[in-house]
């Protein structure tokens, strides 16, 4: 066989391309943008069914539980005395530490939801079927985070904390805490809380000021917790009380403004479905007409909302069309996976251009809409949907606070105009330590 | 008759009561020449520790009843809550912190801060693990505080290093934890220097631009880096990410807008 130049340039050509393009090595991640980043060494406790390596540098042998147990009750005590309290420990073949883990020291493996399936499939199959309802979703809540354009692209010791939250969907201790996985504990609306609080979703703070999480805060500690959520069993409902009824793991089916990041049509056929859902849940303690009433409000002020947040995103429309967005799309870094953003740079303004990922390495005024529309929108909508009306009052003052700050500034970028816009803005969005550190760690 | 008999056996009552609580009333300096002698090394703990202040004493934690229950007192979350307050609410959100919510009617605080006694570690488990009242001793290299970097004495304590998280956790995961939150809080180091770099620029421009500045970057300092490092010591995701990241994220492109659309320097050619 004879080789020709052109062949001999190719190939020499190719493996300078293969070590520059870096593909077998850094193609450790999963999802969508898998080829793109390399997951950082706290991920496989967060998903451990796709990252757990097991340990092999400290024991050898099979053990049986109670060898576990008089071992680690003097290396890790906290753990067998919580074990010990729970209810698998008690029950009268207990359920010990094999069952979950293994017996091979060697490989052990870390409990997933299918590992809980195998005794618990009710709950299993609940939670899988919440996936047909779509995002968001405590089942999706993995995919979500890592196929987030900036999961991929941020350092991954940076975004760990995401997937601390968004392993709800890779296990179970999110709720039932190790080791005692008590279904009471799992009840209290403090359960939900390390997820559900902080700016995008203060779901503790409207559940806590509303009404129903007054009488909560006032009495709950000496209601009886071992009781389903079942009509009667409480005075006022809790998170789970609505939003998991009967102990339902699937919490999507009564779903209809979900996150709140975009606007929805609550009159569909499906979306009434929902409601009705709603109202029965409502109807444990509420008339439906009570029940009626108070989805009609959040309905209208949800879309007065929405009207005042396309009012600003159409402003911050306009300044990119007339080019006054400073640094341009073209000025800043661009995702690692974005390969026509890179010959078609353009602003991502609003839900369906993706700004959910766009709230770093933006123009000011960009940021500002971001921190109105995810931020003081969802304050809004969340206090609003769990019946905390004054918090729902206090985030409303400050969105129109905010929309008219926006409105001056966009006004200011209109006098200053194209005149302020002859330096090459470049050098200072694309170099600086951290951007450096971004660009090169995925 | 009857009613002067009552009058004098509710006083009394009230007298002894009195008397009694001014028994086991204490004062600042009743502690420590008993205690010396009966505790020596947990007050040489405290005296070489960052709570030995001036306007702190044994009262601070343990009240002023002498009946039994300073201990106990102490160990519960309130005693450092009341002081520590921001501390205290990324503990609160933090799995731990939830837990000991739920549970704090059903402790036993009577026991020692050791061997997982508690169903959650409460603050003084950590801060003050096995009683060592040299607060923090062991957990403070973890993640020290930003210009208070870990001195080579505390990297050679890096084996002891996280005993009380040990109680429970693995030595790999709780290994695994803090190095991946080292790099975390040096991440968010990197966005504070970035923009230190670009505040230098706008202080050469003019003085209103430069407090301006300077004002969102002592924040980025002040409030989102130290609520990463407080997420990440607490194991509370929200100050770590919303309350830390994107917040620096937002006030670095902040001041770097501060420069880039500054009219001495758009005027440049």
Same mark, same amino acid.
């Given at each position: ?38 997951? *950082?060494?706290m991920?496989?406790y ?9 340990e092999?540098e400290r024991m050898v042998g099979?053990y049986t539980g109670e060898e576990c147990v008089e071992c680690h009750a003097g290396v890790t005590p906290g753990i067998v005395k919580e074990w010990r309290s729970s209810r698998h420990a008690q029950a009268?073949?207990p359920v010990s530490c094999p069952a979950c883990h293994g017996g091979?020291h060697?490989?052990l493996?870390f409990p ?52 601390q ?6 296990k179970c201790d999110s709720?039932h805490t190790r080791h005692r996985f008590d279904?009471a504990e799992a009840?209290?609306?403090e359960a939900?809380?390390t ?8 779901? *503790? ?25 079942? %009509? ?34 609550? %009159? ?146 209109? %006098? ?7 330096? *090459? ?14 660009? *090169?760690?995925? | ?28 300096? &009743?502690?420590?020449?008993?205690h010396?002698?009966r505790n020596p090394g947990l007050v040489a703990d405290w005296?070489k520790s960052r709570h ?6 044994c009262?601070?934690c343990h009240g002023?009843?002498?009946d039994g229950t300073m201990a106990v007192q102490a160990r519960r979350n309130a005693a450092c809550t009341?002081?520590h307050?921001?501390e205290s609410?990324s503990y609160t959100l933090s799995k731990h912190g939830v837990i000991a919510t739920l549970e704090a009617g059903r402790m036993d605080f009577a026991q020692p801060l050791r061997e997982g006694n508690f169903r959650a570690p409460t603050c003084a488990y950590c801060h003050l693990h096995s009683g060592n009242h040299n607060i923090g001793a062991e957990v403070f290299p973890l993640l ?10 505390d990297?050679l304590r890096t084996e002891a290093r996280a005993l009380p998280c040990r109680d429970c956790h693995s030595p790999r995961f709780v290994e695994t934890w803090f190095l991946?939150g ?40 002040? &409030? ?6 407080l997420?990440v010591g607490h194991q509370s ?33």
């Amino acid at each position: 066989m004879r080789i020709t130049h052109l062949q001999a340039v190719i190939w020499l050509l190719f493996w300078p391309w293969l070590a520059w393009s870096g593909l077998p090595e850094g193609a450790q991640g999963v999802g969508e943008n898998a080829e793109h980043w390399q997951p *950082d060494a706290m991920h496989e406790y967060w998903d451990p069914a796709t990252y757990h390596r097991p340990e092999t540098e400290r024991m050898v042998g099979v053990y049986t539980g109670e060898e576990c147990v008089e071992c680690h009750a003097g290396v890790t005590p906290g753990i067998v005395k919580e074990w010990r309290s729970s209810r698998h420990a008690q029950a009268a073949s207990p359920v010990s530490c094999p069952a979950c883990h293994g017996g091979d020291h060697q490989k052990l493996t870390f409990p997933t939801p299918q590992t809980c399936g195998a005794c618990h499939p009710q709950r299993l199959a609940q939670m899988e079927e919440e996936k047909k309802y779509g995002f968001p979703s405590h089942a999706l809540a993995m995919e979500r985070a890592v196929d987030s354009k900036h999961f991929a692209d941020k350092p991954k010791a940076e975004v760990a904390a995401c997937l601390q939250c968004h392993s709800v969907a890779t296990k179970c201790d999110s709720c039932h805490t190790r080791h005692r996985f008590d279904p009471a504990e799992a009840r209290r609306p403090e359960a939900c809380q390390t997820c559900h609080s902080g700016p995008p979703h203060p779901d *503790d703070l409207a559940y806590f000021s509303s009404p129903h999480g007054q009488l909560y805060q006032k009495e709950g500690a000496t209601w009886d917790w071992s009781k389903p959520l079942r %009509k009667g069993n409480y005075q006022t409902p809790t998170c789970a009380y609505c939003h998991m009824k009967d102990g339902n793991h699937q919490v999507a089916d009564k779903a209809v403004w979900k996150f709140g990041i975009r606007e929805v049509n609550p %009159k569909t056929a499906e979306n009434e479905i929902k409601r009705k859902r709603w109202r029965e849940t409502c109807a444990d303690c509420h008339p439906e007409e009570t029940a009626r009433n108070f989805f009609r409000d959040l309905d209208a002020e949800r879309q007065a909302t929405w009207k005042q947040l396309y009012g600003v995103e159409r402003l911050l429309k306009s300044l990119r069309s007339d080019g006054l967005l400073r640094p341009s799309a073209a000025d800043r870094p661009s995702y690692p996976m974005d390969w026509l953003a890179r010959w078609l740079p353009r602003e991502r303004i609003g839900f369906y251009e993706g700004q959910a990922s766009a709230f770093y390495n933006v123009s000011a005024i960009e940021r500002d809409y971001f921190d109105l529309w995810y931020f003081t929108n969802l304050g809004a909508y969340k206090g609003m949907a769990h019946g905390a009306k004054e918090m729902a009052h206090r985030f409303h003052k400050q969105l129109d606070g905010q929309a008219r700050s926006i409105a001056q500034t966009a006004e200011a970028l209109r %006098k200053t105009g194209k005149a302020g816009q002859q330096i *090459d803005l470049k050098p200072l969005w694309l170099e600086g330590e951290y951007t450096r550190f971004n660009r *090169d760690h995925n | 008759m009857k009613r002067l008999v009552g009058s004098i056996v509710i006083g009394l009552v009230c007298m002894v009561g009195c008397v009694t609580a001014m028994a086991v009333e204490v004062d600042a300096s &009743d502690c420590l020449p008993c205690h010396r002698e009966r505790n020596p090394g947990l007050v040489a703990d405290w005296e070489k520790s960052r709570h030995n202040l001036p306007d702190l004493d044994c009262r601070s934690c343990h009240g002023t009843k002498h009946d039994g229950t300073m201990a106990v007192q102490a160990r519960r979350n309130a005693a450092c809550t009341a002081c520590h307050v921001q501390e205290s609410s990324s503990y609160t959100l933090s799995k731990h912190g939830v837990i000991a919510t739920l549970e704090a009617g059903r402790m036993d605080f009577a026991q020692p801060l050791r061997e997982g006694n508690f169903r959650a570690p409460t603050c003084a488990y950590c801060h003050l693990h096995s009683g060592n009242h040299n607060i923090g001793a062991e957990v403070f290299p973890l993640l020290p505080r930003e210009g208070c970097q870990a001195t080579p004495e505390d990297a050679l304590r890096t084996e002891a290093r996280a005993l009380p998280c040990r109680d429970c956790h693995s030595p790999r995961f709780v290994e695994t934890w803090f190095l991946s939150g080292d790099k975390m809080l040096e991440i968010g180091r990197m966005k504070v220097r970035e923009a230190k770099a670009v505040v230098q620029q706008i202080e050469q421009l003019d003085a209103d631009s430069a407090k301006k500045a300077r004002t969102i970057q002592q924040r980025m300092t002040d &409030d989102h880096l130290r609520n990463v490092r407080l997420g990440v010591g607490h194991q509370s995701p929200d100050d770590q990410w919303w309350h830390g990241h994107p917040a620096l994220d937002g006030d670095l492109l902040r001041i770097k807008s501060i420069l880039g659309g500054h009219p001495a320097k758009s005027t440049e050619p």
